[in-house]
Nanobody, 123 residues
Framework: QLQASGGGLVQTGGSLRLSCAAF????????MAWFRQAPGKEREFVAA????????YYADSVKGRFTIARDGAKNTVDLQMNSLKPEDTAVYYC??????????????????WGQGTLVTVSS
């Protein structure tokens, strides 16, 4: 089970930090990712991190602005979002997969999903 938090309303250029807490079967050995879904659009990949935290992946649209990190002791994965833009407005979901795969940038690769947290960036 995953529980996401930290969304809210922020102005263009502002920052937010999302956090995902993992419970139960979603152990610290899982590959973790953040996706987002804007109204009327498909869910899209944002960032991912390996089980050790040593390897990270980012969508081109957020590279250089967002940072994903995990705390193995607390079993949490955070997404620091800086220089936010109106096009970042979406519901953000954390997800977990037992292993990395070639389909890691697509939702079906992930077994567990959090409930989503809304991020709204005003212009």
């Amino acid at each position: 089970q995953l529980q996401a938090s930290g969304g809210g309303l922020v102005q263009t250029g502002g920052s937010l930090r999302l956090s995902c807490a993992a419970f139960g079967r979603t152990s610290s050995s899982y590959f973790m990712a953040w996706f987002r879904q804007a109204p009327g659009k498909e869910r899209e990949f944002v960032a991912a991190i390996s089980s050790t935290g040593g390897t990270t992946y980012y969508a081109d649209s957020v590279k250089g602005r967002f940072t994903i990190a995990r705390d193995g002791a607390k079993n949490t994965v955070d997404l620091q979002m800086n220089s936010l833009k109106p096009e970042d407005t979406a519901v953000y979901y954390c997800s977990a997969a037992p292993r990395i795969s070639s389909q890691m940038f697509k939702p079906p690769a992930y077994l567990y999903w959090g409930q989503g947290t809304l991020v709204t960036v005003s212009s």
